[in-house]
């Protein structure tokens, strides 16, 4: 094979595992779908494989060809870029882990407000119209449950959100306030 087709499938290589690792991320960003993970998990040991082996017969190349080693390792640079990138896409995916992204609707007909959400990390929000929306991001912090509870009409009330959460439980998940809602773990 000639250099110019090593450095081809090199750059090839790089780019569709970059784009294939992202892609497996993002959409595990938008959905927090475990079986996302798993296939992440099996695309970064089949892609590192993959990368290995054009990474050693791209080494080989260079040792041969003296005369294109600078391009040769240059491109190998390029292909070692991908390691950086699924180390971080990993560490936001461990704090995702930990994470519950819980959006509240208030779907009363009133305006609710003092907002406390209890458990776990804990958040607060101040008011929510009628209809309206806000999405909390609250730390997993161990064994714990998150219920809250919001003062609608002046009247004080209360409601689970989700009864039992642990470490690595974290999940996008949607509570309407004061309306139904599946159970929650």
């Not at 695309?43 to 494989?49: D, E, N, R």
């Not at 929000?125 to 998150?146: A, N």
Request: charged share 15%; hydrophobic share 40%.
């Amino acid at each position: 094979m000639t250099t110019k087709r090593h450095i081809k499938l090199v750059r090839q290589t790089a780019l569709i595992s970059f784009l294939l690792g992202t892609g497996i991320f993002g959409l595990y960003f938008l959905t927090s779908s475990f079986e996302l993970l798993f296939i992440g998990y099996g695309f970064i040991g089949l892609a590192g494989l993959l990368n290995a082996g054009v990474l050693i017969s791209i080494l080989v190349k260079a040792k041969n060809d003296k005369d294109n080693r600078i391009k040769l390792f240059t491109t190998c640079g390029l292909m070692l870029l991908n390691i950086p990138v699924m180390l971080f896409y990993c560490w936001i995916v461990i704090i995702l882990l930990n994470t519950m992204r819980i959006t509240f609707t208030n779907s009363t007909q009133t305006t609710l407000t003092n907002i406390n959400i209890v458990g776990c990390g804990g958040e607060h929000i101040d008011k929510l119209e009628s209809g309206e929306s806000e999405t909390v991001w609250i730390d997993i912090t161990g064994d714990c449950s998150i219920n809250i509870d919001y003062l609608s009409d002046g009247q004080k009330k209360d409601e689970t959100v989700a009864g039992y959460l642990t470490s690595s439980m974290g999940k996008k998940m949607k509570h309407n306030i004061g309306g139904q809602n599946e159970e929650q773990f």
